[in-house]
């Protein structure tokens, strides 16, 4: 544990070495575009038009940019894998699972074939003891059941795991898809009954026994969403947490196994549970007492072809991607096999493949810069901590605390996981990724009950984004994004903080978020601060949902402030500690204009080329929907709008749509 003290003690270095270009590429700009009218239009508008969206995708930015590179470096890694005959291990293990997904001959050789064990298995229900057997027996496989059991962090103990039932069983994207009135969402719901008929067809239903199930299944899933809660509910994790024990499980659920559940998972009926939704479960046990077995049964053939449809024969897939990719996402085109192959082998065995990634491609240089930037972010934080007037010394002492236990993670996990229990058949993808599927179940069910592994990932390493957890009080940054524009040791320092540095800085926010903020510096839930300045923290929480409540993204829609208060306090907070730490940096001076921009302009170029994107319609209306993120016009502008010192740097006035009246600018500190 870091000391308080360190904070006056970070030293201050600037990252860029002696002659470094400016790394902002004016060919991105679109100058017919003010700064201060729209400044994310002036800062990727030319970036944004030459860069039309692929149509094998929902959206088009520079996350995505990076992300695909890393696919090519990632496809790489796996066909050298493939070939390699003395391959032993996890090569041997990536890369035979590539080749069992890009064998597609086989694929559609098979059949359903590797499908109809579970499909027996579904329709020798005959009781509802029957369906409760079967629902058990799916905790080790894939959890089709509505109601799973989990690993999660004890929240008033969070170095302890206990048990976690979580609600499920919801096809749509968001409970809310089940009962907007609008238009667009009854069409979505109408084409979604439509898909669940197609995929019970492909089993061999005929047309109109498979068009009554999936009405049925429609009318299922609407009473399980009934009693689910809403994604702005879920942000608040009070919500989220009722603590009981075996006995007080089995009494939301009489009938359900919960003693067959645990069992099966070696999870042992001592340690606590946590149950996110009670209600859910309520709703979980009425529907296996009252909704008839037929309606059972054809939910779960339906589910099992929906989860394995990408594993099956082409036509499977293609009903898959029509609902799931075109009518929820407005994409247009499937992606090519092998980006489908890699995407499943990151996912499935996600830290074998990593390994293989950073030994490639991730520098040690990259991570003692990153560990740098990080400091000097830090610095950045505990600064404002100090000087923000309206905390308490308790509150300010605590968060101060809290800042100093954050724990950075860099590039790739301290120690690898262990995969070879994992069974992979060259030439049957199905059985390769169902046993990973089992193993994984099996490796998370083994924590419960055990004390929390804070060295333990949640992102592999080629991924190209960065997250906070709570119960850690730990930040991560995995080396996929540690590449362009995100970080580039070649740029000079005002690009780096403008975009890694907010990164640093958006993911330290989010220990003192919306969310965050009611966890302490040991990860558990417990309110650390005084009334009066949760009362104040709450209010300045509130001038952000207002703001993105008020932003009309075209076509009559909004942001939902409540859902992506977090995203956007982590934006500004971000982009003013990256800021005051690049300050920092200069150590009183100033930096020299490069390619006709000063270093704070510079900075803010930065930040906004990270927000280069497009996306579709449809993916625009789920983001909005379903996603805490706002979208990444408003990451830029909206965030900027808020920052006195965005506008000193671009000479923008009161009036000018960049600048909100002082009285409603938006401050976290």
Same mark, same amino acid.
């Given at each position: 544990?870091?000391? =308080?003290?360190?904070?006056?003690?970070?030293?201050?270095?600037?990252?860029?070495?002696?002659?470094?270009?400016?790394?902002?590429?004016?060919?991105?700009?679109?100058?017919?575009?003010?700064?201060?009218?729209?400044?994310?239009?002036?800062?990727?508008?030319?970036?944004?038009?030459? $860069?039309?969206?692929?149509?094998?995708?929902?959206?088009?930015?520079?996350?995505?940019?990076?992300?695909?590179?890393?696919?090519?470096?990632?496809?790489?890694?796996?066909?050298?894998?493939?070939?390699?005959?003395?391959?032993?291990?996890?090569?041997?293990?990536?890369?035979?699972?590539?080749?069992?997904? &890009?064998?597609?001959?086989?694929?559609?050789?098979?059949?359903?074939?590797?499908?109809?064990? #579970?499909?027996?298995?579904?329709?020798?229900?005959?009781?509802?003891?029957?369906?409760?057997?079967?629902?058990?027996?799916?905790?080790?496989?894939?959890?089709?059941?509505?109601?799973?059991?989990?690993?999660?962090?004890?929240?008033?103990?969070?170095?302890?795991?206990?048990?976690?039932?979580?609600?499920?069983? =919801? /096809?749509?994207?968001?409970?809310?898809?089940?009962?907007?009135?609008?238009?667009?969402?009854?069409?979505?719901?109408?084409?979604?009954?439509? $898909?669940?008929? !197609?995929?019970?067809?492909?089993?061999?239903?005929?047309?109109?026994?498979?068009?009554?199930?999936?009405?049925?299944? &429609?009318?299922?899933?609407?009473?399980?969403?009934?009693?689910?809660?809403?994604?702005?509910?879920?942000?608040?994790?009070?919500?989220?947490?009722?603590?009981?024990?075996?006995?007080?499980?089995?009494?939301?659920?009489?009938?359900?196994?919960?003693?067959?559940?645990?069992? =099966?998972?070696?999870?042992?009926? /001592?340690?606590?549970?946590?149950?996110?939704?009670? *209600?859910?479960?309520?709703?979980?046990?009425?529907?296996?007492?009252?909704?008839? @077995?037929?309606?059972?049964?054809?939910?779960?053939?339906?589910?099992?072809?929906?989860?394995?449809?990408?594993?099956?024969?082409?036509?499977?897939?293609?009903?898959?991607?029509?609902?799931?990719?075109?009518?929820?996402?407005?994409?247009?085109?499937?992606?090519?096999?092998?980006?489908?192959?890699?995407?499943?082998?990151?996912?499935?065995?996600?830290?074998?493949?990593?390994?293989?990634?950073?030994?490639?491609?991730?520098?040690? *240089?990259?991570?003692?810069?990153?560990?740098?930037?990080?400091?000097? =972010?830090?610095?950045?934080?505990?600064?404002?901590? !100090?000087?923000?007037?309206?905390?308490?010394?308790?509150?300010?002492?605590?968060?101060?605390?809290? @800042?100093?236990?954050?724990?950075?993670?860099?590039?790739?996990?301290?120690?690898?996981?262990?995969?070879?229990?994992?069974?992979?058949?060259?030439?049957?993808?199905?059985?390769?990724?169902?046993?990973?599927?089992?193993?994984?179940?099996?490796?998370?069910?083994?924590?419960?009950?055990?004390?929390?592994?804070?060295?333990?990932?949640?992102?592999?390493?080629?991924?190209?984004?960065?997250?906070?957890?709570?119960?850690?009080? /730990?930040?991560?940054?995995?080396?996929?994004?540690?590449?362009?524009?995100? %970080?580039?040791?070649?740029?000079?320092?005002?690009?780096?903080?403008?975009?890694?540095?907010?990164?640093?800085?958006?993911? #330290?926010?989010?220990?003192?978020?919306?969310?965050? /903020?009611? %966890?302490?510096?040991?990860?558990?839930?417990?309110?650390?601060?005084?009334?009066?300045?949760?009362?104040?923290?709450?209010?300045?929480?509130?001038?952000?949902?207002?703001? %993105?409540?008020?932003?009309?993204?075209?076509?009559? #829609? $909004? $942001?939902?402030? !409540?859902?992506?208060?977090?995203?956007? &306090?982590?934006? @500004?907070?971000?982009?003013? @500690?990256?800021?005051?730490?690049?300050?920092?940096?200069?150590?009183?001076?100033?930096?020299?204009?490069?390619?006709?921009?000063?270093?704070?302009?510079?900075?803010?170029?930065?930040?906004?080329?990270?927000?280069?994107?497009?996306? !579709?319609?449809?993916?625009?209306?789920?983001?909005?929907?379903?996603?805490?993120?706002?979208?990444?016009?408003?990451?830029?502008?909206?965030?900027?709008?808020? #920052?006195?010192?965005?506008?000193?740097? %671009?000479?923008?006035?009161?009036?000018?749509?960049?600048?909100?009246?002082?009285?409603?600018?938006?401050?976290?500190?």
């Amino acid at each position: 544990m870091r000391k =308080l003290a360190a904070f006056s003690l970070v030293t201050v270095l600037c990252l860029a070495q002696s002659g470094t270009r400016s790394g902002i590429d004016r060919s991105m700009l679109d100058t017919s575009c003010k700064p201060c009218d729209d400044f994310w239009r002036y800062a990727t508008g030319a970036w944004v038009d030459q $860069h039309p969206i692929p149509a094998d995708r929902p959206r088009w930015g520079k996350f995505d940019e990076l992300a695909e590179a890393n696919l090519e470096r990632l496809r790489i890694i796996l066909e050298a894998a493939v070939n390699d005959r003395n391959a032993t291990g996890d090569r041997r293990r990536v890369g035979d699972y590539y080749a069992s997904c &890009m064998d597609t001959a086989a694929i559609e050789a098979a059949g359903v074939k590797p499908l109809q064990p #579970m499909l027996d298995r579904i329709a020798a229900i005959r009781t509802r003891p029957d369906l409760v057997a079967l629902l058990v027996s799916l905790e080790l496989e894939d959890g089709l059941a509505p109601a799973r059991i989990v690993n999660v962090s004890d929240p008033q103990n969070a170095d302890q795991v206990i048990a976690g039932v979580t609600a499920g069983g =919801l /096809s749509l994207p968001d409970r809310d898809y089940y009962f907007r009135d609008d238009a667009r969402s009854k069409a979505i719901r109408d084409e979604f009954v439509q $898909h669940v008929q !197609k995929l019970l067809e492909l089993l061999g239903d005929p047309a109109e026994q498979a068009g009554l199930a999936a009405k049925n299944v &429609m009318e299922f899933e609407t009473a399980l969403a009934n009693a689910t809660l809403s994604n702005v509910a879920r942000r608040d994790p009070y919500n989220r947490i009722h603590k009981t024990d075996f006995a007080g499980l089995a009494l939301l659920t009489p009938a359900y196994d919960w003693t067959a559940a645990f069992d =099966l998972l070696k999870v042992p009926r /001592s340690v606590a549970v946590n149950v996110s939704e009670p *209600e859910f479960l309520k709703a979980f046990n009425r529907e296996l007492q009252n909704a008839p @077995l037929e309606t059972w049964k054809a939910w779960l053939r339906w589910r099992a072809a929906r989860a394995r449809a990408q594993y099956l024969p082409k036509a499977f897939y293609d009903e898959w991607f029509h609902f799931e990719r075109a009518v929820l996402s407005g994409v247009s085109r499937q992606s090519e096999r092998w980006k489908v192959c890699v995407a499943s082998a990151d996912g499935t065995l996600g830290e074998a493949l990593g390994r293989l990634y950073v030994e490639k491609h991730f520098p040690a *240089e990259a991570r003692r810069r990153m560990q740098q930037l990080v400091e000097n =972010l830090r610095a950045a934080l505990g600064e404002e901590l !100090k000087a923000a007037e309206w905390l308490t010394p308790e509150t300010r002492a605590n968060a101060l605390r809290k @800042l100093a236990t954050f724990d950075p993670r860099i590039g790739f996990p301290v120690k690898w996981r262990d995969y070879s229990a994992v069974q992979v058949a060259r030439g049957n993808y199905l059985a390769s990724r169902e046993a990973a599927i089992v193993e994984d179940r099996k490796y998370d069910a083994a924590k419960i009950g055990k004390r929390l592994d804070r060295a333990e990932w949640s992102m592999t390493p080629p991924t190209v984004n960065a997250y906070y957890t709570s119960a850690r009080n /730990s930040i991560t940054f995995p080396a996929g994004i540690l590449q362009p524009p995100f %970080f580039d040791m070649d740029a000079d320092d005002a690009v780096n903080y403008g975009a890694i540095g907010v990164v640093i800085g958006h993911e #330290m926010g989010h220990g003192f978020d919306d969310q965050g /903020s009611k %966890f302490d510096a040991d990860g558990n839930l417990k309110n650390w601060w005084t009334d009066k300045d949760r009362t104040e923290f709450d209010a300045r929480a509130a001038c952000i949902v207002k703001q %993105f409540d008020a932003i009309d993204v075209g076509e009559g #829609m $909004h $942001h939902t402030g !409540k859902l992506v208060t977090g995203e956007a &306090m982590g934006d @500004l907070g971000g982009a003013t @500690l990256a800021y005051k730490a690049y300050r920092r940096s200069l150590n009183g001076g100033e930096a020299p204009a490069l390619d006709g921009f000063t270093g704070e302009q510079r900075f803010f170029l930065a930040y906004a080329r990270v927000w280069a994107a497009a996306q !579709k319609p449809e993916a625009v209306r789920r983001q909005l929907a379903t996603d805490p993120h706002p979208l990444a016009k408003y990451r830029t502008n909206a965030t900027l709008q808020n #920052m006195p010192e965005f506008h000193q740097a %671009f000479n923008c006035k009161l009036g000018d749509p960049m600048v909100r009246p002082p009285a409603e600018q938006c401050r976290l500190w």
